[in-house]
């Protein structure tokens, strides 16, 4: 697979700065169960909704596998129909994602594509409204990112530009063609990181991104409030998605999370909770906030 495949797949908060073995990228649920020797918890057995997302329709970027389908899962079961995005190729983890929903009685629609183009997130965008009629919920949650343990030499333009449209272009894009559809009451959730404070070595150019993500969502948010959109973002630290085996070495998975006050990497169930609060009435007077979803370690943005 090329670097480009990477693609939409939520990446890793933490990454190590030693060179060794690491899985092909971009990775699959598949390649997590294997590292850690049990399945990732989404919420399959856990979550257990009470209706705070009842009938809102909710459309989720990098939502095939990770934090994407535990967001994708939980907000199912809190009664949102869910339109999922994820990068071409990814089509098996896509589908498991779409029966989660199905399963919780609500609608999935599946819209596979390459984010860094200007004319797919207009189609997501508009298969939204087309097959659901509106958007009350935006969770631009997809990212790519490469691994570059020798620096800022290392990162070629191409890898730059790869970044910054996945992980800038297309929430920027997102966010102005999904406006017109938003109205009072609705909801955008970035997922920022706590590289967006604390930059690891070999992630310069994606912590930068994490960082601009957490000033957008504040900006935009100064923006939107008279027209009562909320724009908040969630950060998360050290959680096992399908990039933590494909981008970390084999010997620093074992002590993955281990550095944080509790000792420990994150599930995508525990960072799944932040995202439905936040689209949910319950933070109706929040807005332009970066909740911190990192075992502990301080995010600062």
Not at 33 to 52: A, I, K, L, V
Not at 232 to 261: C, Q, R, S, Y
């Amino acid at each position: 697979m090329s670097e480009s495949d990477l693609g939409e797949k939520h990446g890793a908060h933490e990454q190590p700065d030693t060179e060794g073995e690491q899985l092909p990228p971009p990775g699959s649920e598949e390649s997590v169960t294997r590292e850690m020797g049990q399945e990732p918890d989404h919420g399959e057995r856990s979550y257990r909704g009470s209706d705070r997302l009842k009938d809102k329709v909710a459309v989720i970027t990098g939502g095939d596998s990770g934090i994407g389908r535990a967001v994708a899962l939980a907000f199912a079961r809190e009664g949102a129909d869910v339109v999922l995005a994820y990068l071409e190729g990814e089509d098996e983890d896509g589908r498991e994602t779409a029966r989660l929903v199905e399963e919780a009685g609500r609608r999935a629609v599946t819209v596979p594509g390459d984010l860094t183009s200007e004319e797919a997130c207009r189609e997501l965008v508009d298969t939204a409204v087309r097959e659901l009629g509106r958007i009350d919920v935006l969770v631009n949650n997809a990212a790519y990112q490469m691994s570059q343990p020798g620096g800022i030499a290392d990162i070629t333009t191409e890898q730059l530009d790869r970044v910054m449209k996945t992980n800038i272009y297309a929430m920027f894009w997102l966010c102005k063609m999904a406006l017109p559809h938003l109205g009072e009451g609705s909801s955008i959730i970035n997922t920022t990181s706590v590289q967006a404070s604390s930059p690891s070595v070999p992630l310069l150019d994606y912590a930068t991104t994490k960082a601009g993500i957490a000033n957008f969502t504040r900006g935009l948010a100064a923006q939107l409030g008279e027209q009562g959109i909320r724009v908040n973002a969630v950060a998360p630290g050290p959680i096992w998605t399908p990039l933590i085996p494909a981008t970390m070495p084999e010997e620093k998975v074992e002590t993955f999370g281990e550095d944080t006050p509790l000792q420990r990497a994150g599930q995508p169930a525990e960072v799944a909770p932040a995202f439905v609060f936040l689209a949910s009435a319950d933070a109706s007077y929040i807005t332009g906030e970066v909740i911190a979803v990192t075992g502990g370690k301080p995010v600062t943005v």
